[in-house]
């Protein structure tokens, strides 16, 4: 006789809700789980051992086409090295002795956010849309470090002894180029932007790199402070954009090169730096077809209505100077702005001359002048120099830009940068000189690798002979 089994303290009602609630509840159980168990990438290549664990199962060897899914731990072994890919584009080359994990992903349009980690080893990076859409939404732990990710191409490093032994192999030295940033922002008050060279924008922050070609943008009520090598400030006031059109320091202290900026619309505040006392023909401020010559000074260039009658208003070019003296130049004329003097070229009237006073709306400016905010130059630009290559964690940042945070305190990389954190230490130093052992990494690059042309003799045995991976290689 089968057994039933009906509480007698509920009513038939009372029954159905119940079952009800459970179906849903079980339903919602089984979509989470369905959920988890989505794919977040694959393996794209796999030489060697290749395992990947999730958590409560044992590691399992995995081939190209094998999915990833959260929480997965991948582990190359000895001479193996894999490349994955993940559903934003994101691309990760892990090298041999690698264990890495992806805690997090989400690329869904506007929850883009993903969380990696490095236990040991070593990684390099092209990623993908999530650093795009949310620079703030990709991050990287390894060791006692955390790394911030803003779209970038980038390798990371847990030394051991490793490092220093690749060395020997006698690869070539193929530097970066190291003087690619020529700028940071110090101060980022409300919305500020950073508009590449190709369109591309991104949020800028304390220390954000800044590369010739590169523009500040800024929004409603915000301003930006922007830090040069050659230890220039300018302040980018609100609703403006402001150009590094051609900016190159040379020379240990900055103090040689080019200084050719452009307000595009709005305003600016600068305060010349070591370049203009040294070499004051070459720093230029380019508003509309009108040239600022600097000669070492404070100066604002901002954009106004000039009106030379009621009716015949024309948007202009102003220029006050408040430290030294400016030239504005425009259609072959020159005209020289004493201290305390203001200056308008007006292209719709051919008007060349200085004002009686200040305008209003110059006077009236809010954003401070970059002599009242002080810029600590030395965390925005010093380097440090190792003395060989220590246990630690290394990076290089070869396009984008990477905060690399330790317990107490952080620094700021951008393209051709690179930076250390040693073992103990709270803080990471921005290296002098790039570590060899990345730049001459022979693991492929994610973004440029291709299965049918890679030479497995030249990467797993830099510097050696054919014979010595007879039994490996096949």
């Known amino acids: ?63 190209k086409g094998d999915p990833l899914n959260p929480r997965d731990v991948i582990s190359t072994s000895n001479r193996g090295f894999a490349v994955v890919s993940l559903k ?17 992903f989400s690329h869904g349009a506007g929850e883009e956010s993903a969380l990696f980690r490095l236990v040991k080893g070593g990684i390099r990076a092209f990623t ?10 990709m991050q990287l732990t390894a060791r006692a470090a955390t790394m911030g990710i803003r779209g970038t191409s980038f390798d990371v490093r847990a030394c051991e002894g490793d490092c220093a032994e690749e060395l020997k192999a006698g690869r070539k030295k193929e530097g970066l180029p190291s003087d690619l940033v020529v700028a940071r922002v110090a101060v980022a008050l409300g919305t500020v932007t950073v508009v590449a060279a190709n369109g ?8 954000t790199p800044l590369v010739n070609g590169e523009s500040v943008r800024t929004g409603k009520g915000s301003h930006a402070i922007i830090a040069f090598r050659d230890q220039t400030k300018v302040t980018v006031t609100a609703e403006s954009e402001f150009k590094l059109e051609n900016v190159k320091f040379t020379g240990a202290k900055a103090d040689s090169g080019n200084f050719v900026v452009r307000v595009v619309r709005g305003g600016a505040r600068a305060l010349t730096g070591l370049l203009a006392k040294s070499q004051p023909e070459n720093v230029r401020v380019n508003m509309l077809t009108a040239v600022v010559g600097v000669r070492g000074t404070g100066v604002d260039a901002m954009f106004g209505l000039d009106c030379v009658a009621p009716s015949q208003c024309a948007q202009s070019a102003f220029v006050h100077t408040w430290e030294g003296a400016v030239a504005l130049e425009a259609g072959g004329r020159s005209l020289l702005i004493p201290l305390g003097q203001t200056g308008v070229f007006n292209p719709k009237f051919d008007r060349l001359t200085l004002v009686e006073q200040r305008p209003q709306f110059m006077i009236d400016e809010p954003a401070p002048r970059p002599d009242a905010v002080p810029v600590d130059f030395e965390n925005l630009f010093g380097v440090f120099r190792l003395d060989g290559f220590p246990t630690g964690l290394y990076a290089i940042v070869r396009d984008g830009h990477i905060e690399f945070f330790g317990r107490a305190g952080s620094i700021d990389l951008g393209p051709g940068e690179s930076g250390y954190l040693a073992d103990g230490q709270d803080t990471p130093v921005r290296l002098a000189d790039q570590p060899p052992f990345l730049l001459n990494d022979p693991y492929p690059l994610p973004d440029r690798f291709d299965e049918q042309t890679i030479r497995l003799l030249e990467v797993l045995n830099p510097g050696g002979s054919a014979g010595d991976l007879i039994c490996e290689v096949q």
């Open 200 to 207: 591309q924008t991104r949020p800028a922050a304390k220390g």
């Open 1 to 63: 006789m089968p057994l039933s089994f009906k509480p007698q303290w509920l009513s038939g009602r009372t029954q159905r809700r119940t079952l009800t609630a459970l179906i849903f509840a079980l339903a919602a159980a089984c979509c989470s789980v369905s959920a988890l168990a989505q794919p977040v990438g694959e393996i794209s290549y796999a030489h060697g051992l290749t395992s990947v664990q999730r958590a409560g199962e044992d590691p399992r060897f995995v081939q």
């Open 88 to 104: 934003d584009g994101t691309k990760i080359t892990l090298r041999p002795n690698t264990t890495f994990a992806v805690d997090r």
């Open 128 to 137: 993908g849309l999530i650093s795009k859409r949310n620079p703030q939404g």
